[in-house]
């Protein structure tokens, strides 16, 4: 049991890097102000922003929901 056990704690503390790795490399929600500056983007670059940031908004619920379904396992554990 402890093996189990063992093997779940570093699969938490995977997660946790993974986590904070996704979350890290998401834009800002402030972004959209850099308008008044000057310092506006092409409608391409846009777009991939965009795009990228839902598949790591996505990967974020993903990653966040099996930590915390993980943490519960562990405290029955």
Same mark, same amino acid.
């Given at each position: ?11 938490? /503390? ?13 834009? #800002?929600?402030?972004? #959209? ?15 991939? $922003? ?6 790591? $908004? ?6 966040? #929901?099996?930590?915390? /379904?993980?943490? /519960? /396992?562990?405290?029955?554990?």
């Amino acid at each position: 049991m402890e093996v189990v056990k063992l093997i779940f704690v570093i699969i938490q /503390v995977l997660l946790c890097a993974i986590l904070i790795i996704t979350i890290i490399f998401q834009s #800002g929600k402030n972004s #959209g102000l850099s308008a008044f500056t000057g310092a506006n983007e092409s409608y391409l670059a846009k777009n991939a $922003a965009k795009s990228r940031d839902a598949r790591l $908004a996505l990967a974020t619920k993903w990653i966040a #929901g099996t930590f915390v /379904v993980l943490t /519960v /396992v562990l405290n029955i554990l």
